[in-house]
């Protein structure tokens, strides 16, 4: 069975830019999380989709967005780009809400 | 609110030592716990997870943590360090709430000497 993937796996952008990462989620689930990874925060959950709504946000401003399709796969965008963005962004996927989740490789994003 | 702390961010063993990365949470309810593994370059990996069943619970590569109530913590060990263990490692809780939202503590970096 595939995991969970992530694209694209690595990324540069200018700040001021805007960016979209893509997860496709483990076959069959239906719910799907975002996570911010940096070193001086840690892990960080940004918003959680089942079914193309979303369930959960966490404490990230309105540039962090996300959405989700009719076959359960994910996108998140980033606008207006801040150096402080630079991160690794994870996702992870489940059967349902409060399931054990499923991490993908992770998105390195850049902002110069 | 939910929160995790592990301390030290650094722990050293000698290969064939236990290993002992300490956790400690805070839930206004019954949580679910987990520890999850990340190698340079990966995502998170599942070792093992506490969901209000058996108190100590086995993992993948020989790891087991135990659930303690009264001290608020679900540390994880391992009997015998292999050098392959090398990783940083991560404690998180969810509350038993119904959505996955997973509250991680700051990580511990373990480094296997031989």
């Known amino acids: 069975k595939a995991g969970v993937t992530q694209t694209p796996r690595y990324l540069i952008k200018t700040r001021g830019q805007q960016v979209t990462l893509s997860c496709s989620p483990i076959?069959?689930?239906?719910?799907v999380s975002w996570y911010q990874q940096t070193p001086g925060q840690g892990l960080q959950f940004l918003f959680e989709?089942?079914?193309?709504?979303?369930?959960n946000k966490g404490n990230f401003p309105g540039r962090f967005s996300g959405r989700q399709f009719s076959n359960s796969r994910s996108e998140m965008n980033v606008s207006t780009l801040e150096l402080g963005d630079s991160a690794l962004y994870l996702c992870?996927?489940?059967?349902?809400?409060?399931?054990?989740?499923?991490f993908g490789p992770g998105t390195r994003l850049t902002v110069t | 609110a939910q929160s995790v702390t592990q301390l030290g961010s650094h722990v050293s063993v000698s290969e064939g030592a236990l290993v002992l990365l300490r956790c400690n949470y805070s839930?206004?309810?019954?949580?679910?716990l987990f520890w999850y593994v990340q190698y340079p370059n990966q995502g998170l990996q599942l070792l093992l997870k506490?969901?209000?069943?058996?108190?100590l619970v086995k993992g993948i590569n020989g790891f087991e943590a135990e659930f303690k109530k009264s001290e608020t913590s679900f540390h994880l060990t391992k009997p015998s360090a292999h050098m392959s263990d090398a990783a940083e490692y991560f404690c998180?809780?969810?509350?038993?709430?119904?959505?996955?939202?997973?509250?991680f503590g700051k990580g511990t970096m373990l480094l296997v000497s031989p």
């Open positions: 506490y969901t209000s069943a058996a108190t």
């Open positions: 992870a996927s489940s059967l349902a809400t409060g399931n054990e989740q499923y």
């Open positions: 998180a809780v969810s509350e038993n709430s119904g959505y996955s939202t997973l509250t």
């Open positions: 076959s069959g689930h239906r719910s």
């Open positions: 839930s206004s309810v019954p949580p679910y």
């Open positions: 989709y089942f079914s193309e709504t979303q369930r």
